[in-house]
Protein backbone atom coordinates (compact mmCIF):
# COMPACT_ATOMS: atom_id res chain seq x y z
CA UNK A 1 0.00 0.00 0.00
CA UNK A 2 1.90 3.27 -1.21
CA UNK A 3 1.11 6.51 1.33
CA UNK A 4 0.09 9.93 -0.64
CA UNK A 5 3.21 11.28 1.03
CA UNK A 6 6.92 11.23 -0.81
CA UNK A 7 9.53 9.01 1.47
CA UNK A 8 11.67 11.10 3.83
CA UNK A 9 14.88 12.99 2.11
CA UNK A 10 17.41 13.32 4.32
CA UNK A 11 18.09 17.63 4.66
CA UNK A 12 21.63 16.90 4.19
CA UNK A 13 24.17 15.02 1.71
CA UNK A 14 27.85 14.58 2.46
CA UNK A 15 30.60 14.66 -0.79
CA UNK A 16 34.09 14.27 -0.95
CA UNK A 17 33.47 17.31 -3.28
CA UNK A 18 32.67 20.70 -2.62
CA UNK A 19 30.95 23.41 -4.97
CA UNK A 20 32.99 25.43 -6.30
CA UNK A 21 32.00 30.24 -6.48
CA UNK A 22 33.85 32.20 -8.31
CA UNK A 23 33.71 35.86 -7.69
CA UNK A 24 34.61 38.65 -9.57
CA UNK A 25 38.53 39.74 -9.29
CA UNK A 26 37.69 42.78 -7.52
CA UNK A 27 36.22 41.07 -4.69
CA UNK A 28 39.10 38.85 -4.59
CA UNK A 29 41.72 41.53 -4.79
CA UNK A 30 40.11 43.78 -1.73
CA UNK A 31 39.56 40.67 0.47
CA UNK A 32 41.92 37.82 -0.10
CA UNK A 33 45.66 36.72 0.98
CA UNK A 34 48.15 37.22 -1.39
CA UNK A 35 50.24 34.29 -1.87
CA UNK A 36 53.40 35.29 -0.02
CA UNK A 37 51.00 36.44 2.87
CA UNK A 38 50.23 32.83 2.58
CA UNK A 39 53.66 31.71 2.86
CA UNK A 40 54.37 34.26 5.59
CA UNK A 41 51.94 32.77 7.64
CA UNK A 42 52.84 29.06 7.17
CA UNK A 43 56.72 30.08 8.17
CA UNK A 44 55.13 31.82 11.20
CA UNK A 45 53.52 28.86 11.85
CA UNK A 46 55.88 26.67 11.13
CA UNK A 47 58.54 28.97 13.68
CA UNK A 48 56.39 29.09 16.47
CA UNK A 49 55.51 25.18 16.43
CA UNK A 50 59.34 25.01 16.99
CA UNK A 51 59.57 27.22 19.46
CA UNK A 52 56.96 26.21 22.15
CA UNK A 53 57.96 22.47 21.34
CA UNK A 54 61.43 23.24 22.16
CA UNK A 55 60.30 25.37 25.81
CA UNK A 56 57.61 22.83 26.12
CA UNK A 57 60.10 19.87 26.11
CA UNK A 58 63.16 21.43 28.14
CA UNK A 59 60.69 23.61 30.47
CA UNK A 60 59.71 21.92 33.87
CA UNK A 61 55.83 21.81 33.99
CA UNK A 62 55.85 24.06 36.86
CA UNK A 63 58.02 26.66 35.08
CA UNK A 64 55.37 26.38 32.36
CA UNK A 65 53.20 29.96 32.79
CA UNK A 66 50.11 30.79 31.65
CA UNK A 67 51.28 33.39 28.67
CA UNK A 68 53.38 30.47 27.49
CA UNK A 69 50.45 28.16 27.37
CA UNK A 70 48.28 30.67 25.80
CA UNK A 71 51.01 30.97 23.14
CA UNK A 72 50.12 27.48 22.09
CA UNK A 73 46.23 27.32 21.19
CA UNK A 74 45.99 27.17 17.54
CA UNK A 75 49.32 25.34 17.79
CA UNK A 76 48.50 22.51 19.37
CA UNK A 77 48.99 19.91 16.08
CA UNK A 78 51.78 20.95 15.39
CA UNK A 79 54.15 20.49 18.74
CA UNK A 80 54.55 16.83 18.95
CA UNK A 81 56.26 15.29 15.54
CA UNK A 82 53.26 13.42 13.37
CA UNK A 83 50.30 14.32 15.14
CA UNK A 84 48.92 17.19 12.72
CA UNK A 85 49.62 13.67 9.75
CA UNK A 86 47.45 12.01 12.15
CA UNK A 87 44.88 14.30 12.97
CA UNK A 88 44.51 15.15 9.49
CA UNK A 89 44.56 10.97 8.45
CA UNK A 90 41.63 10.72 11.20
CA UNK A 91 39.52 13.43 9.79
CA UNK A 92 39.61 11.71 6.59
CA UNK A 93 38.73 8.33 8.10
CA UNK A 94 36.00 10.15 9.07
CA UNK A 95 35.02 11.62 6.49
CA UNK A 96 35.18 8.94 4.03
CA UNK A 97 32.99 6.77 7.12
CA UNK A 98 30.81 9.43 6.84
CA UNK A 99 30.08 9.38 3.06
CA UNK A 100 29.60 5.74 2.53
CA UNK A 101 27.35 5.46 5.65
CA UNK A 102 24.82 8.23 4.30
CA UNK A 103 23.07 5.94 2.14
CA UNK A 104 23.38 2.84 4.46
CA UNK A 105 22.09 3.82 8.08
CA UNK A 106 19.24 5.49 9.15
CA UNK A 107 19.92 9.01 10.57
CA UNK A 108 19.94 7.86 14.37
CA UNK A 109 22.71 5.20 13.18
CA UNK A 110 24.87 7.60 10.91
CA UNK A 111 24.88 9.74 13.73
CA UNK A 112 25.66 6.93 16.33
CA UNK A 113 28.63 6.26 13.58
CA UNK A 114 30.24 9.91 13.41
CA UNK A 115 30.13 9.92 17.13
CA UNK A 116 32.16 7.07 17.17
CA UNK A 117 34.66 8.14 14.84
CA UNK A 118 35.13 11.59 15.96
CA UNK A 119 36.03 10.01 19.35
CA UNK A 120 39.59 10.59 18.85
CA UNK A 121 39.29 14.96 17.89
CA UNK A 122 36.69 15.22 20.94
CA UNK A 123 39.07 13.29 23.72
CA UNK A 124 41.62 15.95 22.07
CA UNK A 125 39.73 18.76 22.32
CA UNK A 126 38.76 17.63 26.09
CA UNK A 127 41.85 17.01 26.90
CA UNK A 128 43.19 20.52 25.37
CA UNK A 129 40.50 22.43 27.48
CA UNK A 130 41.34 20.83 30.63
CA UNK A 131 44.73 21.65 30.22
CA UNK A 132 44.15 25.24 30.24
CA UNK A 133 41.10 25.59 32.07
CA UNK A 134 44.07 24.16 34.79
CA UNK A 135 45.88 27.21 34.05
CA UNK A 136 43.28 29.65 34.49
CA UNK A 137 43.95 31.89 38.03
CA UNK A 138 40.61 33.35 39.24
Given at each position: ?S????P ?14 V????I ?7 P ?13 AR ?6 A???A ?15 L ?5 L ?11 L ?14 L?N ?13 V ?12
Open positions: MTPYPRCRAVRFSQFSEVVFPHEMDSNAYSADVRRFKQDLISDVMARLLTSPVMITEDDLLECIGIEFLKRGARQAKERKQAHNAIIAGQYLFSEEEALSAISSRWAQGRANCAANYSGFSHE
